[in-house]
């Protein structure tokens, strides 16, 4: 069994920064990829930045420069660093982890999505 838990969203202004945290729990052999995505009213999910094992990062044109993904290797952690919000931020944001289990395949788990919305 392995469980994601998401938390840090909420409600900021324009021009603020949050900080997200998902956290893996269970029979976990090892963790690969990690990463963040969004889903919008009415729009598809989108992915807003992951990490790699390795810690090479990647991030949609749209936060580049603004968020910052990282990883603690030692928590089963990801976060994301959200910095200079905007209100076309807002969104349903969901971590995503590739988890190795023990005489399992790699398979990826999502965590339950937490809301970050951005308003004056």
């Known amino acids: 069994q392995v469980q994601l838990v998401e938390s840090g969203g909420g409600l900021v202004q324009p021009g603020g920064s949050l900080r997200l945290s998902c956290a893996a729990s269970g029979t976990i052999a090892s963790i690969n990829a990690m990463g963040w995505y969004r889903q919008a009213p009415g729009k598809q999910r989108e992915v807003v930045a992951d990490?790699?094992?390795?810690?090479?990062?990647n991030y949609a044109a749209s936060v580049k420069g603004r968020f910052t993904v990282s990883r603690d290797n030692a928590k089963n952690t990801v976060y994301l660093q959200m910095n200079s919000l905007k209100p076309e931020d807002t969104a349903v944001y969901y971590c995503k982890i590739s988890i190795a289990r023990m005489v399992l395949p790699i398979a990826d788990y999502w965590g339950q999505g937490t809301q970050v919305t951005v308003s004056s």
């Open positions: 990490i790699t094992s390795g810690g090479s990062t």
